[in-house]
């Protein structure tokens, strides 16, 4: 229910209660002044007649005839009268037990005047008094009786009442629903509009501060907090370029340490077939004239060669550098994840690791930078064999999962490309995994760490829309797990 409408109904029901009240009150005071009018016209009549009745000498009781003239008289007033002897008898038809209580209640007082309604009818009754011996004597009692129902709030009145009642109520609602839309439920809507706007992301929306109350002030915050909010966006989107930048340095940077690295290796793998060539290229030589040795040890060069030229030609490819946007086409991860493995071979080699590589089933492609995912997947191997000093085993895992985005659980399921790192070394501990993708934060101070190469693998999956878990291996070590959406 709107503002307006609220206004409007506790208005009109407020409204009604106190028409209703005053009503009521004006019915009862009308019903009051009619009964004053009545008494007063039975206290004139009364007076009138008690002159009369106390004057004859002799009193004694009008005949019926006489007390009809009386009422045609008085205006419409029975007239009866009781003497006093009648007190000590009992009710008879011309009397009843209610007018001789009133007889018997007037003789204890004979100064007092009795007023009631009874059985629908007005009883008005006085003492009639005369002096004998110049002492009061009672003669009898004088009773003014007529209809009660013109002392009685009627049909009528309740009708006018009632109309009263809801002529205020219907030209109050109407009144007040009409100021109430005027001035509370447009300013409203008007803001409700601008916080559509807003929450669409239109920030350009500014409401004309019309008024000078509560809805006027909102208004102005109104716009406050939209200029805020668009000075806010701003910044955070010169502090995104800004680390946008920042990340493509810090990936620059740790491409180039990698290379270096795999630069080292490579050279001291490449040497051990340049040694074996050497040594059948010798042999050729001083074998020269037996055809069947020079086949066997030119077939061993070519092979050597051939291999010497596939480990520069994977260097090559992992070092070539992209100028402007790279180019985004679809990802085969299996397929990128055991050529990566492949060209790290000699380092496992090396550091006395085993591998395994779990290849899921029906993985999908992915959209994204084939050389910058596997700056990712070089990066993290890297770092996991780093981290098994005496050797161990590395396993990958590929998987297609169905969850939802970290922070965005009430969100619907999505797809996503899942890639595990597993190793066997010592594992992270639980106080830094929180800062370990922040940029030059590195465990191995005096061992070469720049402390780049999670931070850019991080930089670099959430390019591609993804994120990058972190947990302890449950036989120890640690999970690297990429997740990227199908």
């Not at 209580?101 to 009818?121: G, I, M």
């Not at 795999?262 to 490449?270: M, Q």
């Not at 006395?352 to 993985?363: L, M, P, Q, S």
Request: with cysteine; proline share 3%; charged share 25%.
């Amino acid at each position: 229910m709107k503002v307006a409408t609220r206004i409007t109904v506790a208005t009109a029901v407020v409204v009604a209660i106190a028409a209703a009240a005053y009503a009521l009150v004006d019915l009862r005071g009308r019903a009051a002044e009619r009964r004053m009018a009545v008494e007063r016209e039975a206290r004139a009549i009364s007076t009138s007649l008690k002159v009369a009745f106390e004057a004859q000498p002799g009193f004694k009781s009008p005949s019926a005839a006489e007390l009809r003239d009386l009422g045609h008289a008085s205006g419409g007033w029975r007239v009866q009268v009781f003497p006093k002897e009648r007190a000590a008898g009992p009710p008879s038809a011309d009397l009843t037990a209610e007018q001789l209580k009133r007889l018997l209640a007037l003789l204890e007082a004979p100064h007092l005047t009795f007023t009631d309604v009874e059985a629908d009818r007005y009883y008005y009754d006085v003492l009639l008094l005369t002096k004998v011996d110049n002492e009061p004597t009672v003669l009898g009692m004088l009773e003014l009786s007529r209809s009660a129902d013109i002392i009685e709030t009627t049909s009528e009145d309740r009708q006018r009442a009632i109309t009263l009642v809801v002529l205020i109520v219907v030209v109050t609602t109407i009144v007040v629903g009409a100021l109430a839309s005027r001035f509370v439920s447009r300013p409203i809507t008007k803001l409700l509009r601008g916080i559509d706007d807003v929450a669409k992301g239109d920030l350009s929306h500014v409401i004309l501060s019309e008024r000078d109350d509560e809805i006027g002030t909102i208004a102005t915050r109104f716009n406050e907090m939209t200029f805020s909010l668009r000075e806010s966006r701003s910044e955070t989107q010169r502090q995104n370029e800004a680390t946008l930048a920042l990340e493509q340095r810090l990936g620059h940077t740790e491409k180039l340490a990698t290379i270096g690295q795999l630069a080292a290796e490579i050279a001291h793998e490449v040497g051990t077939p340049l040694n074996v060539i050497a040594g059948r290229a010798r042999s050729i030589q001083k074998k020269s004239k037996d055809p069947e040795a020079v086949e066997k040890n030119a077939e061993i060069v070519a092979e050597q060669t051939a291999r010497i030229t596939r480990i520069i030609q994977r260097l090559l490819d992992f070092t070539r550098r992209k100028v402007g946007t790279p180019e985004r086409g679809a990802i085969k991860l299996n397929d990128l994840v055991a050529t990566t493995m492949e060209l790290l071979a000699s380092q496992f080699a090396a550091a006395k690791v085993k591998t395994k590589f779990d290849r899921g089933e029906t993985i999908p492609s992915v959209a994204g930078d084939s050389d910058r995912m596997q700056q990712v997947l070089i990066n993290l191997m890297l770092n996991a064999v780093q981290a098994m000093h005496e050797g161990g085993t590395l396993a990958v895992e590929t998987r297609l999962v169905r969850r939802t985005r970290p922070g965005l659980e009430a969100s619907a399921e999505g797809d996503f490309v899942s890639i595990a790192i597993i190793d066997s070394g010592t594992g992270i501990p639980a106080g830094i995994k929180d800062k370990i993708f922040d940029p030059f934060y590195t465990t191995k101070q005096g061992q070469g760490g720049t402390g780049l190469g999670l931070a850019v693998c991080s930089g670099i999956v959430k390019e591609h829309d993804g994120w990058i878990d972190v947990e302890d291996a449950p036989t120890g070590g640690s999970v690297f797990r990429v997740f990227v959406p199908a």
